[in-house]
């Protein structure tokens, strides 16, 4: 059975704190890990795949990591606005055509000014 | 390109009443589509899924089911909501050989 775990539940940092967001994975076969982003009372948004050991992906102050066990979000000097919940999800070769996802339960970020 | 959408997008209802809720998706073809819940502070619960017109898996048995009568449209229906039902619904889409989910903005579900 494929598990997500993400670490830490929450984070407070100030404004211009860099950190990391840890997800950590078992899976089968790995067919892609995703990142999204999602606010209060909205629906997740995408914010990155990387499908394979070693794959880097950036996006503004976003950083996104994977080694074969874990992914990393890295945040550097990060804003108000980046506060959220960040949700991490695995999809697993097993599962075909269906391409289900599972998800952790996410990190919910704040950042203070 | 292509959009995502639920209604309604916050839905009360006493226990025992019925339930409908629909996604419909814009600017692709042949798509998976999914119901997700999600309970406050959690992550996301896989529902149902479907691979194509009248093809539904689900993940987790409960009083909820879902049809797609239409390419691009999924809905979540029950006959009769129980006060456990209430939470936030979202609909995802994976166009055909892809394999980013996009969600939709979802339902605030409150069963009363």
């Known amino acids: 059975e494929d598990q997500v775990t993400q670490s830490p539940e929450a984070l407070r940092l100030q404004e211009g704190e860099s950190s990391s967001l840890n997800c950590s994975y078992t899976?089968?076969?790995?067919?892609?890990l995703f990142w999204y982003r999602q606010d209060p009372g909205k629906g997740p948004e995408f914010l990155f795949t990387l499908y394979s050991a070693g794959e880097e992906k950036e996006k503004e102050r976003l950083k996104a990591t994977l080694t074969k066990k874990e992914s990393f979000l890295h945040i550097t000097a990060p804003k108000p606005e980046d506060s959220a919940t960040y949700l991490c999800a695995v999809g697993d070769l097993s599962s075909g055509s269906a391409r289900q996802l599972t998800f952790g339960s996410g990190t919910q970020l704040t950042v203070l000014p | 390109s292509q959009t995502i959408h639920q209604w309604p997008a916050t839905l009360v209802q006493p226990v025992g009443s019925p339930l409908s809720l629909e996604c419909t998706v814009e600017?692709?073809?042949?798509?998976?589509l999914y119901w997700y819940r999600q309970a406050a502070g959690r992550g996301l619960q896989l529902l149902f899924y479907s691979v194509g017109i009248g093809q539904i898996s689900s993940e987790v048995p409960q009083n909820l089911s879902a049809s797609r009568p239409q390419d691009r449209q999924f809905i979540l229906s029950s006959k009769k909501l129980l006060l456990s039902d209430s939470g936030f619904y979202l609909c995802a889409w994976v166009g055909q050989g892809k394999e980013t989910q996009y969600f939709g903005p979802g339902t605030r579900l409150l069963v009363l």
């Open positions: 899976v089968s076969g790995l067919r892609g």
């Open positions: 600017g692709t073809s042949n798509p998976n």
